[in-house]
T-cell receptor, first 116, second 114 residues
Framework: GAGVSQSPRYKVAKRGQDVALRCDPI?????LFWYQQALGQGPEFLTY????????KSGLPSDRFFAERPEGSVSTLKIQRTQQEDSAVYLC??????????????FGDGTRLSIL | AQSVTQLGSHVSVSEGALVLLRCNYS??????LFWYVQYPNQGLQLLLK??????LVKGINGFEAEFKKSETSFHLTKPSAHMSDAAEYFC????????????FGKGITLSVRP
């Protein structure tokens, strides 16, 4: 596709349920980032992949959050035993080259997660 | 660690007036600086970026920003606001390249009055 695709666009879950959010980056993009954007705030970094390798997961807020990119393309962010504080927009971004270059990140439209 | 401060959460201007959105950063190493725009229910779109070289950076939609190291600032300007400029604007910093994790400010909502 032409841009970063995220699905679903909206997800409502009950507290305690597990959810999975999908990101399909721009074809050929090596780097993939996940960010969490709480209401009225700027996005905050969660985790970074270079191809299939998860090189930085320092932003994941708890061990309930897990991300993978097994074939170096599509990525899934999984949240187990969801809590109300997990309600946010989850943004995915991808970029053509690896860290240290000047290629910018391209963002998807995000998944808005609401925990009841 | 790096950080970004965007003073004020809301700026309102008249159509045709100057737009000035302020951004100050903190970084222990030379920063890479960005401005992104976000329209409702959409992702972030890159307006412009500063990596190295010329400190006055021109972006899309008539926006520009100037990197001032002495003031640790990267303010965004546009000479004449258009109604379509109404959106949320985020300043961001990274320290190891444009393709590195971004640290964002809280954002500024720009309203444009007819």
């Amino acid at each position: 596709g032409a841009g970063v695709s995220q699905s679903p666009r909206y997800k409502v879950a009950k507290r305690g349920q597990d959810v999975a959010l999908r990101c399909d980056p721009i074809s050929g993009h090596v780097s993939l980032f996940w960010y969490q954007q709480a209401l009225g705030q700027g996005p905050e970094f969660l985790t970074y992949f270079q191809n299939e390798a998860q090189l930085d997961k320092s932003g994941l807020p708890s061990d309930r959050f897990f991300a993978e990119r097994p074939e170096g393309s599509v990525s899934t962010l999984k949240i187990q035993r969801t809590q109300q504080e997990d309600s946010a927009v989850y943004l995915c971004a991808s970029s053509y080259q690896t860290t240290g270059t000047n290629q910018p990140q391209h963002f998807g439209d995000g998944t808005r997660l609401s925990i009841l | 660690a790096q950080s970004v401060t965007q003073l004020g959460s809301h700026v309102s201007v008249s159509e045709g007036a100057l737009v000035l959105l302020r951004c100050n950063y903190s970084s222990s190493v030379p920063p890479y600086l960005f401005w992104y725009v976000q329209y409702p229910n959409q992702g972030l779109q890159l307006l412009l970026k500063y990596t190295t070289g010329a400190t006055l950076v021109k972006g899309i939609n008539g926006f520009e920003a100037e990197f001032k190291k002495s003031e640790t600032s990267f303010h965004l300007t546009k000479p004449s606001a258009h109604m379509s400029d109404a959106a949320e604007y985020f300043c961001a910093v990274s320290v190891t390249g444009a393709n590195s994790k971004l640290t964002f400010g809280k954002g500024i909502t720009l309203s444009v009055r007819p």
